[in-house]
């Protein structure tokens, strides 16, 4: 007979009398299960249950409008809202601006990974786009060429490694072993940026500002959200590092551009299918960035704005330091690899540490850049480097034919001091030229082969290939010029943003 519990007396936990067949094993299984299940409902009540919020593809303001996630929500993949992680204290976190990065699958993986681990760990919402449907570490990669036009596609050899990353059956580095992949990505991405655009405005329309970056740009989220915060989202803005092609002016893309809703709203919503309107155009051109600049000029009469050196194609062993790039606030750089982005991550987050606690923070500027990558390492010379040096030439004109672009870069030998007339002999007269003039006309130089070239702006520049004699490739920085101007140019007495009206 199974007992029956008397009111009052027996707990909810009280184990009836059992039948034989019954084991021990089966018994305490079964008080587990319910046990578990018991907690397992006083949780949920604890916690009010499930609501949509919950569901990771829900991010409506009840207007229409699409935001970041709340706060405890995993956001755009596996991780803890920035709010609740201790890596990015003191960090702004709006809920306005979305980052876009533009990657390609035969590199995401060797580049977005230490993205997510170190910027993007602090950026509220982003998207990832690449050329094929991928995740990385939880987060969704998006396919920017699905809605590409069958007419741009068909027959058409830009679209090889697309055709082949999608049938491949083992991992893509290795199908891409059958072709090249470097030349083939450049030919594919030219057909990226108009449907980026496009794809990104419908899954987040409800943004102020979309920050567009390549996957080696590396972003300072806070110096980017405080001039952001200057700005009118509601104006027509296309923000960037100006270049051209044929005279037309575009954003280029390695810097990141910085398209305000308004834009947003006048190239995407205002033009359904705009992406593929530009497919066969991108056909012919060279590149997405420029397509990109076409697409918005032609759609919505929106043209690029000069924001250099605030969003800049350099990185700190290629920024040149000096007048022009020292007071200025800095929100973009590129072709920085995973380990330079490593180190410029913790070397702002030291930053920004120091700065919250001097009770009085400013941006991270062009010159901090240098007291902490050139200063420390600047000497006099450095064999087997290229320290970019190329404002002017000098070189014996009658020795053999020089390239156009050398020639147009050298003084007229009659604007020659002495020492400047002997400045191609060698490396020693070439440095002893630099010295000999001020330091708006030369702060470094290095020597190659019967060439001194001179420049304005000190760099710390990179390591070349050893070459013997005559070929070495020096380098060399007039250290005195240099420490007395950055002493001089010590505290900046105002911060120079660019100059635009909000």
Request: proline share 8%.
């Amino acid at each position: 007979m199974i007992k029956t519990p008397r009111p009052g007396r027996d707990s909810l936990f009280f184990i009836p009398t059992l039948p034989r067949m019954f084991t021990r094993k089966s018994i305490t299984i079964a008080l587990c299960a319910t046990i578990s299940l018991l907690l397992l409902l006083a949780t949920s009540r604890r916690l009010g249950g499930w609501t949509a919020i919950d569901d990771p593809l829900y991010q409506s303001d009840g207007h229409g409008h699409q935001r970041p996630p709340p706060p405890g929500h995993n956001g755009p993949g596996p991780r803890p809202h920035p709010s609740e992680n201790p890596d990015c204290a003191g960090y702004p976190i709006p809920d306005n601006i979305l980052v876009i990065m533009k990657t390609g699958a035969s590199e995401s993986f060797n580049r977005v990974p230490t993205q997510l681990l170190t910027v993007l760990k602090c950026v509220p919402d982003f998207l990832i786009f690449s050329d094929m449907e991928q995740k990385i570490g939880g987060y969704p990669v998006y396919d920017s060429l699905s809605n590409v036009s069958t007419e741009a596609m068909e027959g058409n050899s830009d679209f090889d490694l697309y055709r082949r990353q999608k049938a491949c059956p083992v991992d893509v580095e290795g199908c891409n072993k059958q072709g090249n992949p470097a030349t083939e990505g450049w030919n594919l991405d030219k057909y990226k940026n108009v449907h980026i655009a496009e794809q990104t405005y419908k899954m987040r329309p409800g943004y102020d500002w979309y920050v567009f970056v390549d996957a080696d740009t590396y972003v300072l989220w806070p110096n980017l959200v405080h001039w952001l915060g200057k700005l009118n989202p509601n104006k027509k803005h296309y923000l960037g590092s100006v270049t051209l092609i044929q005279g037309f002016r575009f954003g280029h893309g390695g810097s990141g551009y910085i398209v305000s809703k308004a834009s947003m709203k006048a190239l995407v919503e205002e033009n359904p299918g705009v992406g593929q309107k530009y497919d066969l155009r991108a056909k012919r051109e060279c590149c997405g960035d420029y397509v990109f600049a076409l697409a918005l000029k032609d759609n919505a009469d929106v043209s690029v704005e000069q924001m250099w050196p605030t969003i800049n194609g350099e990185k700190p062993a290629t920024l040149p330091f000096g007048p022009w790039h020292w007071c200025h606030p800095i929100v973009t750089m590129h072709h920085m690899n995973s380990e330079e982005i490593n180190t410029f991550w913790e070397f702002e987050r030291r930053f920004r540490r120091e700065q919250i606690a001097s009770g009085k923070p400013r941006p991270l500027l062009i010159k901090d850049i240098y007291h902490e990558y050139l200063e420390p390492k600047l000497k006099r010379e450095q064999l087997d480097w290229d320290n970019k040096s190329d404002d002017r030439f000098y070189v014996d004109i009658a020795a053999k034919e020089w390239d156009e672009g050398t020639l147009h870069r050298m003084k007229a030998a009659s604007e020659y001091n002495e020492l400047e007339k002997v400045a191609h002999r060698s490396a020693s007269d070439c440095e002893a030229a630099c010295k000999s003039l001020p330091p708006d006309d030369c702060v470094q130089y290095k020597y190659e082969d019967g060439k001194c070239a001179m420049h304005r702006s000190f760099i710390l520049g990179k390591p070349v290939p050893k070459k013997e004699g005559a070929k070495q490739s020096i380098s060399g920085w007039d250290v005195e010029k240099i420490k007395e101007w950055t002493e001089r140019e010590k505290v900046c007495d105002k911060i120079q943003w660019p100059n635009l009206s909000s």
